[in-house]
């Protein structure tokens, strides 16, 4: 082998065996509706690198580029977002990076707010499943897997209007990413959780069909959260019930309280000391004691 060829295949799609590049072809198969009809996903498309998938699907969806059901995924993400514009960086291949645009005509707008909760139940669930480990939600947004004895973050969710009749719902979990690669300490990954697989392909279309399933159902029910069974199976997956927790609130107000519910608004309800139970619908939430 030339230098050339040698540096060629140090930048080629195949260069790290580890992490083998996604089959946008084999996940089109697998989960693209025929015709039109009979399912959630009309279109799967698989880029090498984009700043974040969020922002480039919500572009198309506002500029009429994109009907609901449309996912875009990235094998790098260079921009890639959490909630308050939080960063979220990994190295290329190590994780499943994709938005899914939905438009939920039929549910009042008032339920809309479900739909960051519904994925993450969707995706803790679909995990648990194909890879055979713990999961958990931190409310709002985070999934949770076990590494020791501790509770990491290896998944993100977030969801931005796409014009009038539009959500989009943004996904990153963790898949392969080693001890020396975690951003913080607090990361994890399906990899350090001993995941019995983390063949990105599997994992990402068992996450798919779970959220399609969560969406059908939770649709069917008009958004309904407790006659779809979203409330009552989020709350069961939910490790920040049970525990003393911290609210961090905007406007640099903080409530402390132990976290009892998961109201009909999808709101975290927290019993604090005065004996005032206080909904919760936006804020960072810190574990302060384990249930």
Same mark, same amino acid.
């Not at 909760?117 to 139940?121: E, P, R």
């Not at 990491?152 to 977030?158: A, D, M, N, Q, S």
């Not at 983390?198 to 599997?202: A, L």
């Given at each position: 082998m030339t230098p050339r060829d040698a540096s060629d295949a140090?930048?080629?799609?195949?260069?790290?065996?580890?992490?083998?590049?996604l089959n946008a072809t084999a996940l089109r198969r697998a989960l693209v509706r025929e015709g039109g009809h009979g399912g959630l996903y009309c279109d799967i498309e698989v880029v090498e690198r984009? $700043?974040?998938?969020?922002?480039?699907?919500?572009?198309?969806?506002?500029?009429g580029d994109a009907d609901e059901g449309a996912v875009l995924v990235a094998e790098e993400q260079t921009a890639g977002r959490g909630r308050l514009d939080r960063q979220w960086t990994a190295p290329p291949r190590s994780g499943l990076?994709?938005?899914?645009?939905?438009?939920?005509?039929?549910?009042?707008?008032?339920?809309w707010g479900w739909l960051p909760?519904?994925? $993450?139940?969707a995706v803790a669930t679909a995990l648990a499943r194909s890879a055979s480990v713990d999961t958990a939600l931190k409310w709002p947004n985070d999934v949770l897997v076990t590494v020791g004895d501790e509770e990491?973050?290896?998944?993100?969710?977030?969801a931005e209007r796409a014009g009038e009749d539009g959500v989009v719902v943004g996904v990153g979990i963790n898949v392969t990413l080693r001890a020396d690669e975690l951003p913080v300490p607090q990361a994890g990954s399906l990899a350090l959780a001993g995941a019995v697989t983390?063949?990105?392909?599997?994992l990402l279309r068992a996450v798919l069909r779970s959220l399609e399933d969560w969406y059908g159902r939770w649709r069917s029910a008009g958004g309904d959260p407790a006659v779809s069974g979203l409330q009552e199976a989020y709350a069961?997956?939910?490790?920040?019930? $049970?525990?003393?927790?911290?609210?961090?609130?905007p406007g640099d107000r903080s409530i402390v309280g132990e976290a009892v519910a998961i109201d $009909?608004?999808?709101?975290?309800v927290l019993a604090t000391e005065n004996g005032v139970q206080e909904p919760v619908g936006a804020g960072d939430i810190v574990h302060l004691r384990p249930a």
């Open positions: 140090n930048n080629s799609r195949w260069s790290d065996l580890d992490r083998p590049p984009t $700043g974040s998938t969020n922002s480039d699907l919500v572009a198309r969806a506002v500029a990076f994709f938005s899914v645009l939905l438009s939920p005509a039929e549910v009042p707008l008032a339920r909760l519904l994925t $993450g139940v990491r973050k290896t998944g993100g969710i977030l983390t063949d990105r392909d599997p069961a997956g939910c490790a920040t019930l $049970g525990r003393v927790v911290r609210a961090e609130l $009909g608004d999808g709101r975290l």
